[in-house]
């Protein structure tokens, strides 16, 4: 059984887990599935926008696939979100791309 489908009876189990949303996410980034990706990265923002580890890679992912616009609008919330919940390391993060969209 490979890592998706893991993944996937594991949220059978735990549905809604955000964490495992995320790790499937991630999954299919890496099999090369973004439409999916995107999809479970937006559902664990609508569900919990303070999954700011989420804001992060969904950017990247719409970098990648030339969304510029949503990518910037995706790094303001997510940063946002990173001063709220005090998480300076994913602000750090984000605050770069979000510089380098705006500044290249």
């Known amino acids: ?3 998706i489908e893991k993944l996937i009876n ?6 809604g887990d955000p964490f495992l949303q995320h790790a499937l996410a ?3 980034i890496k099999a090369g599935d973004d439409g999916a990706a995107k999809a479970l990265f937006t559902g664990i923002l609508e569900k919990d926008p303070d999954y700011v580890g989420s804001y992060y890679h969904l950017a990247l992912l719409l ?3 030339g969304v510029r616009e949503e990518a910037i609008r995706i790094c303001e919330n997510g940063l946002t979100a990173c001063k ?6 994913a602000w750090r993060e984000l605050n770069m791309v979000y510089e380098d969209l705006i500044y290249l």
């Open 1 to 3: 059984m490979d890592r």
């Open 84 to 89: 709220r919940v005090g998480d300076d390391h």
């Open 10 to 15: 594991m949220l059978i189990q735990h549905p």
């Open 26 to 28: 991630l999954e299919h």
């Open 63 to 65: 970098i990648r696939n």
